[in-house]
């Protein structure tokens, strides 16, 4: 059929064109709004400038096309073949391509805002400048895609396969790239701003300046690639692979990186203000110094001494536990919560909550903490709800006000830092209005069992070093019932006497706190 009578039978009403050979044909400019080509041969046709929007082209041949300019807004493109076609400046706004071939096709500044592309096969494809927003491009074959500059905000590229594609400068503000593939993808000075890539794999990627601050790299694989300049701020690392990548001077400040693996990176000039730096692994990584600043100034620069960046950096969080002789019932873990979340509103110096282990007659609390100096304002407070507080937070007492006065080291400098801290944690302590926080606990709570129980409070510090700040006499005893004699009872009265920890081994733990204080 010749182009004639194409547009004549349209003219005449006609919308019905499908199976039909068009190889070739000429229908630039032509207004075909709405009709219905599907199955047909289009291929080598000129639909340049053509109105097409809301036409049926399911399953046409259209290989080697002219379609730029071509209106395709809400057309019907499913299994279409477009490979080799130009759609330079095409309209494919709200357009369903779903499964479409688009293999080599030219597509620059092309607008696909909203289209669905689910599964579509655009290797090799030109889509430089094209737009992109909300599109659906789920498990869509993007691989040695030229997407520079082109705009995905809010795009839906769920395993997606962007194996080299070139993503330089794209704007892919707050798309779902989750458990995507972007293997050598070049993604230098893209904006990843609030990206999801949770479980994406990014090895051997270039991310060199690349913003991915807010963005879920949640069990990311990274390792080999380049995130130099990159900033990740407040960015979620959890359980992320960076085996081998470059983060020189790259932003990670209030990022959460708790089982990442940075094994043979280099970090030097990391912005690091408000990180916590236990829970990752550095094992052979290099760094020479990073900024702790709060505005990335470099004005609060920590330099290591050595080579091993586990001086700095560590795989041990500190951690405070509280032991329980006796199992944790569903009215005990009630009163706790309410009692902790009390305690909080009351000093605030309470967070995070604890992890709580059951066992069949014992409970353990373990709070784990992102800092060195919350330990011991941690286990003063924790413990308030038990009734080995008392004694529990005086043994704490006794060793903050007998450590200044110890002698630690031939450095004047290093003795007053040391006793600067002291005098810190003593300082938060007498904060801790003792009188109304025990009134803010429940009375309910005093009646239960579980909190007379005896208990024991163990410190951890970032360096594994541990402290039994108190350890009830009682702990993991159970009542004899046969009478004793006097003579008996004050043998055991004597044994079961806590012994606090010494002077000598408090100044060692507290100096073994992390060096960043």
Same mark, same amino acid.
């Given at each position: 059929?010749?182009?004639?009578?194409?547009?004549?039978?349209?003219?005449?009403?006609?919308?019905?064109?499908?199976?039909?050979?068009?190889?070739?044909?000429?229908?630039?400019?032509?207004?075909?709004?709405?009709?219905?080509?599907?199955?047909?041969?289009?291929?080598?046709?000129?639909?340049?400038?053509?109105?097409?929007?809301?036409?049926?082209?399911?399953?046409?041949?259209?290989?080697?096309?002219?379609?730029?300019?071509?209106?395709?807004?809400?057309?019907?493109?499913?299994?279409?073949?477009?490979?080799?076609?130009?759609?330079?400046?095409? +309209?494919?706004?709200?357009?369903?391509?779903?499964?479409?071939?688009?293999?080599?096709?030219?597509?620059?500044?092309?607008?696909?805002?909203?289209?669905?592309?689910?599964?579509?096969?655009?290797?090799?494809? +030109?889509?430089?400048?094209?737009?992109?927003?909300?599109?659906?491009?789920?498990?869509?074959?993007?691989?040695?895609?030229?997407?520079?500059?082109?705009?995905?905000?809010?795009?839906?590229?769920?395993?997606?396969?962007?194996?080299?594609?070139?993503?330089?400068?794209?704007?892919?503000?707050?798309?779902?790239?989750?458990?995507?593939?972007?293997?050598?993808?070049?993604?230098?000075?893209?904006?990843?701003?609030?990206?999801?890539?949770?479980?994406?794999?990014?090895?051997?990627?270039?991310?060199?300046?690349?913003?991915?601050?807010?963005? +879920?790299?949640?069990?990311?694989?990274?390792?080999?690639?380049?995130?130099?300049?990159?900033?990740?701020?407040?960015?979620?690392?959890?359980?992320?692979?960076?085996?081998?990548?470059?983060?020189?001077?790259?932003?990670?400040?209030?990022?959460?990186?708790?089982?990442?693996?940075?094994?043979?990176?280099?970090?030097?000039?990391?912005?690091?203000?408000?990180?916590?730096?236990?829970?990752?692994?550095?094992?052979?990584?290099?760094?020479?110094?990073?900024?702790?600043?709060?505005?990335?100034?470099?004005?609060?620069?920590?330099?290591?001494?050595?080579?091993?960046?586990?001086?700095?950096?560590?795989?041990?969080?500190?951690?405070?536990?509280?032991?329980?002789?006796?199992?944790?019932?569903?009215?005990?873990?009630?009163?706790?919560?309410?009692?902790?979340?009390?305690?909080?509103?009351?000093?605030?110096?309470?967070?995070?909550?604890?992890?709580?282990?059951?066992?069949?007659?014992?409970?353990?609390?373990?709070?784990?903490?992102?800092?060195?100096?919350?330990?011991?304002?941690?286990?003063?407070?924790?413990?308030?709800?038990?009734? +080995?507080?008392?004694?529990?937070?005086?043994?704490?007492?006794?060793?903050?006000?007998?450590?200044?006065?110890?002698?630690?080291?031939?450095?004047?400098?290093?003795?007053?830092?040391?006793?600067?801290?002291?005098?810190?944690?003593?300082?938060?302590?007498?904060?801790?209005?003792?009188?109304?926080?025990?009134?803010?606990?429940?009375?309910?709570?005093?009646?239960?069992?579980?909190?007379?129980?005896?208990?024991?409070?163990?410190?951890?510090?970032?360096?594994?070093?541990?402290?039994?700040?108190?350890?009830?006499?009682?702990?993991?005893?159970?009542?004899?019932?046969?009478?004793?004699?006097?003579?008996?009872?004050?043998?055991?009265?004597?044994?079961?006497?806590?012994?606090?920890?010494?002077?000598?081994?408090?100044?060692?733990?507290?100096?073994?706190?992390?060096?960043?204080?």
């Amino acid at each position: 059929m010749k182009a004639e009578e194409v547009l004549e039978q349209y003219t005449a009403g006609s919308r019905e064109f499908s199976a039909l050979d068009l190889r070739e044909i000429n229908l630039s400019g032509a207004n075909l709004s709405e009709a219905s080509f599907s199955r047909a041969d289009l291929s080598v046709a000129n639909l340049a400038s053509a109105n097409l929007s809301r036409t049926n082209l399911s399953q046409t041949n259209l290989s080697a096309a002219k379609l730029n300019s071509a209106n395709l807004s809400k057309a019907k493109l499913n299994r279409a073949i477009l490979n080799v076609a130009n759609l330079t400046m095409a +309209d494919l706004r709200e357009a369903s391509l779903v499964q479409a071939e688009l293999i080599k096709a030219e597509m620059t500044r092309s607008d696909m805002s909203g289209a669905d592309l689910r599964g579509a096969n655009f290797s090799n494809a +030109d889509l430089r400048d094209a737009k992109l927003r909300y599109a659906n491009l789920s498990q869509t074959n993007l691989s040695r895609v030229d997407l520079r500059h082109a705009i995905l905000t809010e795009a839906n590229l769920e395993q997606a396969n962007l194996t080299s594609a070139d993503l330089s400068s794209a704007d892919l503000t707050g798309a779902n790239l989750s458990q995507a593939e972007l293997r050598q993808a070049n993604l230098s000075r893209a904006n990843l701003q609030g990206a999801n890539l949770s479980g994406a794999n990014l090895r051997w990627a270039d991310l060199g300046g690349a913003n991915l601050r807010w963005a +879920d790299l949640t069990g990311a694989k990274i390792s080999g690639a380049n995130l130099t300049g990159a900033d990740l701020s407040y960015a979620t690392l959890l359980n992320a692979t960076l085996v081998h990548v470059d983060l020189t001077r790259a932003n990670l400040a209030g990022v959460d990186w708790s089982g990442a693996d940075l094994s043979g990176s280099t970090m030097t000039g990391l912005k690091l203000h408000g990180v916590s730096p236990f829970g990752i692994k550095t094992t052979g990584a290099t760094c020479r110094w990073i900024d702790l600043s709060q505005n990335g100034d470099q004005s609060q620069i920590y330099t290591f001494a050595t080579d091993n960046c586990q001086e700095y950096f560590n795989e041990t969080p500190p951690i405070v536990q509280i032991v329980i002789d006796d199992r944790l019932n569903t009215d005990a873990n009630c009163a706790l919560a309410v009692t902790y979340q009390q305690v909080a509103r009351q000093c605030g110096f309470l967070a995070p909550p604890p992890e709580i282990e059951v066992h069949l007659r014992r409970t353990t609390l373990t709070f784990r903490l992102e800092r060195d100096e919350q330990l011991l304002i941690t286990a003063y407070v924790a413990i308030f709800p038990f009734e +080995d507080h008392k004694i529990t937070q005086q043994t704490l007492m006794d060793l903050l006000h007998q450590i200044p006065t110890q002698p630690l080291s031939q450095d004047a400098g290093q003795i007053r830092q040391f006793q600067q801290l002291v005098t810190l944690l003593g300082q938060q302590v007498q904060q801790v209005n003792a009188v109304k926080l025990l009134q803010s606990i429940p009375i309910a709570l005093k009646k239960m069992q579980f909190f007379q129980a005896p208990t024991k409070t163990i410190l951890v510090n970032s360096n594994n070093q541990q402290l039994t700040l108190y350890h009830n006499p009682k702990f993991g005893k159970h009542p004899i019932a046969t009478a004793q004699s006097d003579e008996v009872l004050n043998v055991l009265k004597q044994i079961q006497t806590f012994k606090p920890p010494s002077t000598e081994a408090a100044i060692e733990f507290v100096k073994g706190f992390h060096p960043s204080l």
